[in-house]
């Protein structure tokens, strides 16, 4: 049996696809690493999408979002698999 650990994530959620699509758009220009996953379950996001990034990338990640305008849900730490 694997023995996965879980990890802090840092999550935000959108109520669209087309702000989600942004937000990886964005990051991928920005260097900024991290990936599209379907919305946790503990947390809700219209879309069903999600951005999934270390912890440490919220300072930019913020940053991100004000400055290019990405309408986001929510911002959460989440333990995630």
């Given at each position: 049996m694997l023995n996965?650990?879980?990890k802090t994530r840092l999550i935000v959620t959108f109520a669209s696809v087309t702000e989600a699509m942004q937000m990886e758009e964005t990051?991928?220009?920005a260097n900024i690493n991290g990936r599209l996953i379907?919305?946790?379950k503990e947390l809700s996001g219209g879309c069903g999408l999600a951005w999934s990034c270390a912890p440490e990338?919220?300072?930019p990640v913020m940053a991100l979002l004000n400055s290019n305008e990405i309408h986001f849900t929510q911002v959460s730490?989440?333990?995630l698999f």
């Open positions: 996965r650990q879980k990051c991928k220009k379907p919305t946790p990338e919220e300072a730490l989440l333990e």
